[in-house]
């Protein structure tokens, strides 16, 4: 695995050198009704997707088809697409897939994802497909019980795969059960299922119960959305000073975890924040997920409130924040160059310069307010993907964007996007996009 990282790396080191000497434009990776790779099957709708700096199949997306749903590696520039999994289709036990969940790939072109499997069962997995880990693996220590449920399969460019999953028979400590938690797939074959073979070292992260290591006596309750990289992992969870008290109030947060380092807490409800984080001023709302970089910055979105209420995508960046409070990168009633407002801000990803793409909507000089997608660079400017309205680059019959979906960062700065797009007349038609 290590070897096909490392030349997946290379190819890409020089790929990048050769590549820029061109602008980055938008190009559309798949349509409603194209033939999908599960032939004969077309594309209906499209759901999540993932993009990477890998060469060839780099943009991982889950397609609705007539009558199941499938996860497939697609390439850009026309080349052969794959299929990861479908529902119905046989697990490595020979049991059967359900809908596989949100992707994630890496700069090998591989995927990971969680899918229930059927009956009664769960899993994470990767690529051929093969287990990461499955219902009724024993939970790493300190942790008793089995795994039972998962989500969110991260894997990150050094081919580790980060996930959450609940626990069956985890032990009572303090009034508190240890039920879920979060937990990290490293080295061997990739598998740390070892009754399927795996001889990968499953990890734990963070446990339900364990206490916030820069917050003395506050605890995680529960664990939500979750992204990885080869820096570490940036979690969203619930805490309070005890989790067995059920009368108090949580307060949601953002944390960092570095690959050797403690949980930091990036965001946290009611704590301080930007615009003004001094005493009296601004406080963190309800932080929401984040994603983070191989360079460890992290994007999210907070509204805050205090001495004024607002709302902005915020940028911490190890070495900065959390030390001081994360960077307000893009506001509310910002403007691009065209001055088109921002109003609201969603789901942002970020590469490893630190640029983040966001989805906004957006109200322009002279008319209703539309969606937009952009990417803040770390150096200032506000640059723009696509908005509402604007020509699908090398679509003919000439189309024009008629919504846009959230996007997906890769590490080198890709952005790959859903969208619906008409030409002429009705209907209008889902896609797969792609800025690079």
Do not use: W
């Not at 099957?41 to 007539?66: C, M, N, P, T």
């Not at 409070?325 to 509310?332: G, H, I, K, L, Y």
Request: aromatic share 6%; glycine share 12%.
């Amino acid at each position: 695995m290590r070897e096909k990282i490392a030349a997946a790396a290379l190819a890409l080191a020089a790929a990048t050198v050769a590549g820029r000497a061109h602008a980055a434009t938008i190009k559309t990776v798949a349509l409603q009704n194209d033939p999908s790779p599960r032939a004969p099957y077309l594309y209906k709708r499209f759901r999540e997707v993932a993009v990477s700096d890998a060469v060839g199949q780099h943009v991982a997306v889950i397609a609705q088809l007539r009558g199941t749903r499938c996860l497939f590696k697609l390439d850009p520039d026309g080349g052969p697409g794959a299929t990861a999994a479908c529902r119905h289709d046989p697990t490595p036990d020979a049991l059967e897939f359900g809908n596989p969940g949100v992707p994630s790939i890496d700069v090998a072109g591989d995927v990971a994802f969680a899918a229930p499997v059927n009956p009664g069962r769960s899993g994470v997995f990767r690529s051929d497909p093969t287990f990461v880990a499955t219902t009724g693996d024993p939970a790493p220590a300190p942790a008793t019980g089995s795994l039972e449920r998962f989500v969110f399969g991260r894997l990150s460019d050094t081919g580790d795969v980060a996930f959450e999953a609940t626990i069956d028979g985890g032990a009572l400590v303090g009034g508190v059960r240890v039920n879920q938690g979060l937990f990290l797939c490293s080295g061997g074959n990739g598998n740390c299922s070892a009754a399927n073979g795996g001889t990968g070292v499953l990890g734990r992260l963070a446990l339900v119960n364990d206490a916030v290591p820069d917050r003395p006596g506050r605890e995680f309750c529960s664990f939500a959305q979750l992204d990885a990289s080869t820096f570490g992992i940036a979690f969203r969870a619930s805490t309070q000073l005890d989790c067995a008290d059920t009368a108090e109030l949580p307060a949601i947060g953002v944390f960092r975890k570095p690959a050797a380092g403690a949980i930091e807490t990036l965001a946290l409800q009611n704590e301080a924040a930007n615009p003004n984080p001094s005493p009296g001023g601004t406080v963190y709302v309800l932080p929401q997920p984040p994603a983070i970089s191989n360079t460890g910055v992290v994007a999210f979105v907070s509204a805050v409130t205090g001495s004024t209420t607002t709302a902005a995508i915020y940028r911490c960046t190890p070495g900065i924040c959390p030390a001081s409070p994360a960077q307000a990168a893009v506001s509310p009633g910002d403007t691009d160059v065209d001055g088109n407002v921002l109003i609201n801000l969603e789901t942002p990803d970020v590469s490893d310069a630190g640029d983040i793409a966001f989805h906004a909507r957006v109200a322009p000089p002279s008319a209703h307010k539309v969606e937009a997608l952009y990417i803040k660079r770390a150096a200032g400017s506000l640059d723009r993907i696509a908005l509402v309205g604007d020509v699908v680059p090398g679509s003919s019959p000439v189309a024009t964007f008629r919504g846009l979906g959230q996007p997906s960062a890769s590490p080198g700065g890709k952005v790959a996007f859903l969208g619906r797009i008409r030409s002429g007349s009705p209907p209008q038609l889902h896609g797969v996009f792609v800025f690079e």
